[in-house]
């Protein structure tokens, strides 16, 4: 039974590639630790799939993936939420006709439109993503996605699919590259992490959540506490309860030590 529960955002919270951080510092691995042997699950709560998790991942006792459409913990699935396979068809169509490229992202892999294309490439290269785990999309690659990712040439591209899909996904673009998050209306990181704490009995006072960025919003909102670290959003620094460090400046550690959390 654990005393608490502690969730964290990855990209922007444990490294941050703006600033060439591309691994969990080691303070902030210590903190962790010691977090746990405190009797805290910690909780990786992340916009990737299991597919492409850093080694990092073994840090914790509970995987909250693909913005909340999957969840884990102590081996047990708290929700596999997946797109619907018709809404999957229809947006498949329109992107391919509105020359947007996409890929479907899986637990086990993600399927890529046009592997080859400028902006999924930069995205590749600017987070460092296992390329190993992303393949091309074919005919015979598993049609279920449990979010997709929107790569495009142009804002007005996305502009015009925020229009016409905003009713049936949240569109959520990435801050520093010329993609967004597509995950179906509703699931959000606040939705997996609340499973969880649903599944292990964790009450809301007993957790906290760390994030930087608006797809870590619901989460914040959903736990006892929201810490938000030095580089945010304005909407995220609005719902955060406390506000740390960067991830340079070992904010994650330095804020569970001023929580008493370890």
Known sequence: MYCGAVFFDMDGTLVDGRDGILSVTPRTRQAIARLRENGYLAGLATGRAKCYLPPEADLFDCLVTSNGAYAEADGRTACDCSVDPQVLRDVRAYLERSGINYLLECQEGCYVHDIHEYWYNQMMER??????????????????????????????????????????????????????????????????????????????????????????????????????????????????QFVTGTVREDGVAAALEKLGLI
């Open 127 to 240: 987070f460092h993503w296992d390329r190993s785990r992303f393949f091309p999309l074919t005919e015979d690659s598993p049609l279920r996605a449990n979010k997709l990712m929107v790569m495009y040439d142009s804002m007005d591209k996305l502009y015009r699919f925020q229009r016409d899909f905003g009713d049936r996904f949240d569109i959520t673009e990435q801050p520093v590259n010329q993609s967004a998050d597509v995950g179906i209306r509703g699931i959000s990181k606040g939705y997996g992490v609340g499973r969880v704490m649903e599944l292990l009995g964790i009450p809301r006072e007993s957790t906290w959540a760390f994030g930087d960025a608006d797809n870590d919003l619901e989460m914040l909102k959903t736990v006892g506490c929201g810490v938000a670290m030095g580089r945010h959003t304005e909407a995220v620094g609005k719902a955060a």
